[in-house]
């Protein structure tokens, strides 16, 4: 891997260290880290749900990493995870108050994460890539 792959794969690598583990501790051990604790089947329908969406999106970046056709595509759908889960918290914050330092030092991670994206996406594509209407 070169010095520039490096540059514009690091947070997906990073990426998909952080989100398979906390897509199976969502999945089968949301109370193990967090105080989260289903108690209806239906509860735990939807965390077995964002873990596939958690596990999905991770495959993409995971394919991104061997295969350049789907880097760009992966950068897009990373920067668009993390900056829609950090709205998400910015907005619970906003709503329901301050969280968990686990939950604020995720809020940190994923603006960083998605700021590093898009700083990639603009410094590999540009502009030069969208065709004008």
């Known amino acids: 891997m070169t010095k ?16 398979v583990p906390v897509a199976i501790l969502y999945g089968f051990f ?8 289903p108690e209806t089947l239906d509860e735990q329908n939807f965390n077995k749900a964002v873990m596939g969406i958690y596990v999905a999106f991770s495959t993409l970046w995971t394919a991104a990493l061997f ?23 910015l907005m619970s914050v906003l709503v329901d108050g301050v969280p968990s330092n686990r939950y604020a030092f995720g809020l ?14 603009k410094s590999q594509f540009g502009n030069h ?3 004008k209407h």
Do not use: C
């Open 30 to 37: 949301p109370d193990a880290l967090l105080e989260l604790s």
């Open 4 to 19: 520039q792959d490096i540059i514009m794969k690091i947070h997906l690598i990073i990426s998909v260290i952080i989100v």
């Open 108 to 121: 940190f991670g994923e603006l960083l994460l998605g700021i590093y994206g898009l700083w990639v996406l």
């Open 67 to 89: 295969n350049k056709s789907y880097l760009k595509t992966a950068l897009i759908s990373n920067v668009l995870f993390m900056l829609g889960l950090a709205f998400g918290r």
């Open 129 to 131: 890539n969208i065709k």
